[in-house]
């Protein structure tokens, strides 16, 4: 008679969903030189959205990489900002600036696409809109600032009343 073990349960088991989607935008090697040499540790930039207009960045350091996304997305989620979705778009233009970086994003109509690209691609798809156009107009390739650009734009977005 051999021995099978534990048997398993015939009742399937619910993996719980994540509350937010989580998407790595940026991973630095920062470097700080010391009296016996360097010290490396790794900086990471982390965008958190819930696709229903809820959208958090979060920048952390850590030893390793792992530990610095952890970090991260713990603050991204102390970040989060609300914005109101209309029919899958922004309510109207906006243009924004954060350090060097300068978004504007535009409402599109509906089956019109998400045209952007790099980091606010990433920011608005996150918060759940499905239909605009963004385009940065700034000099830096900092994804970044394009990201926090983004989200300074999405801040400005006046709240449309629901009659």
Known sequence: MAFEGRRKSSRPTREKKPEFEE???????VTRVMAGGKRFRFRTTV???DGKGRVGVGIAKGLDVETSINKAKAQAKNNIIQISIKKGTIAHEVKAKYSAAQVLLKPASAGHGLLAGGSPRLVLKLVGVQDATAKCLGNTT?????ALATIEALK???VTKKK
């Open 142 to 146: 900092n994804k970044l600032t394009n």
């Open 23 to 29: 998407q790595v935008v940026d991973i630095r090697r």
């Open 47 to 49: 965008i958190i959205g």
């Open 156 to 158: 400005k977005l006046k």
